[in-house]
Structures are given as structure tokens and as C-alpha cells.
């Protein structure tokens, strides 16, 4: 087989026919491979922008396309024949792979643009939707009486829920080892600790709303 394409090919935010089928050459698919090389080189040859104004990505699209590249990206070091199931297996069946995203240049094309530019892109979008997080906690969850508001209560908890999650399932980040102190009001100050000191937040949170 043909060498992988090299790092520096991934980083254009463009696709090349030599890249791809490269990359083609280790997955097994001959539904795929027919389809990649009917791909006409000017559809190839488009910006991952434009590729994505001649069709509206979903959410299924995306997750698809940071699946293959999750793939193919441990493959220089790790080499080895990938499965079609590999890419959509969790994602969708595989009569929608063959059926919708098979027999769309445009959007298989996007499918197979490096992640590098979309992911700086992202970077950004990242960091505001973190202050939002924050926003979120800061809410003041009491009515002018002093008593919780439900629908404030449940949207806190709900963000409290994900950030809970989010540090759970992400084995090399430890909330222990990071000290959250969260404002909202003089009277309202959070300290978060470590995952105890969540945990007591939400119990707090869900007995007050038992309340009311």
C-alpha cells in the first residue's frame, strides 16, 4: 500500500485527489472507493466552505465526518484496515451511509476535507459557549419573595448535569485538582471545590424545587 498521506496535506482545509485515495486504500469499501473516484477533481478541489453552501450539513453529517477523521488520523500510527461500520457505526445505519452521504459528491467530498480549519474555527465558539456555562450557574434562582423559581432551577441544574458529565467521562481532567469558585450575587456564592461540592449543589438545587 501507498505511503499515508503526510500531516502537512491534512493542514490546507482542502482535498486532494492523491490524499484521498490514499486514504481510501485502507478502508474496505468498495461502495466508497467507486464513489470517491466518481467525484468530479473540481468538487474535489473546493474549500470546505463552499463545499458545505451546496448542501445543509446536519447533525448526523458532523458527527460522521469527525468519526472518519477520528479514524483515519490514528492510522499513521496505528495502520491497519478500516470497516465502513468504523465510520457510521452509532451514528446512523448503514443504508443511510450508502444512500445519503455515497451518493452525494458534495457532501462525501466534505466528508473527507481535513478537520484542521474547522476545528481553529471552532476554537473560538468553544471558549464563548464555556462564559455561557457560566452565565448560566451566575443565574439568581429566587423570585423577589425569595423563593425558587422552577423553570431557573431546572435550567442551572441541567447545566450543572452536563459539566458533571462532561468531567466524568474525561479521564485526564480531575475537578479535584481544580478549585471553581462561581459568582452570581453577594448573597448567592458558589464554591465548587471538587465533584462532593457538586454533587451537594444539586441535591440543594432539586430539594428547592421540590418546594415549590
Known amino acids: ?30 461502495a466508497l472507493k467507486y464513489a470517491v473516484t466518481s467525484i468530479p477533481d473540481e468538487i474535489l478541489s473546493l474549500e470546505e466552505e463552499e463545499l458545505r453552501k451546496k448542501f445543509s450539513p446536519t447533525r448526523t453529517d458532523y458527527a460522521l465526518r469527525h468519526n472518519l477523521w477520528s479514524v483515519l488520523r490514528i492510522l499513521p500510527e496505528n495502520p491497519r484496515i478500516i470497516k465502513p461500520i468504523e465510520i457510521y457505526g452509532g451514528i446512523c445505519s448503514g443504508t443511510h451511509w450508502y444512500s445519503n452521504i455515497l451518493t452525494n459528491p458534495y457532501k462525501l467530498a466534505w466528508h473527507f476535507t481535513p478537520l484542521n480549519n474547522y476545528e481553529e474555527m471552532l476554537e473560538p465558539l468553544l471558549v464563548r459557549s464555556t462564559e455561557r456555562l457560566y452565565e448560566f450557574l451566575n443565574l439568581n434562582i429566587y423570585d423577589r419573595k425569595g423563593k ?9 441544574l441541567d447545566v450543572i448535569k452536563l459539566i458533571e458529565n462532561r468531567v466524568r467521562g474525561e479521564s485526564i481532567q480531575r475537578i479535584e485538582s481544580k478549585n471553581l ?31 415549590v
Open 1 to 30: 500500500m501507498a505511503d499515508l498521506p503526510a500531516e502537512d496535506e491534512d493542514k490546507s482545509g482542502l482535498t486532494s485527489r492523491v490524499s484521498v485515495d490514499r486514504w481510501l486504500q485502507w478502508i474496505d469499501s468498495d
Open 148 to 156: 425558587p423559581n422552577p423553570s431557573l432551577v431546572r435550567a442551572v
Open 181 to 211: 469558585n462561581i459568582s452570581s450575587s453577594p448573597e448567592h456564592k458558589w464554591k465548587l471545590a471538587n465533584m462532593d461540592d457538586l454533587n451537594a449543589k444539586i441535591a440543594e438545587l432539586e430539594s428547592e424545587l421540590k418546594t
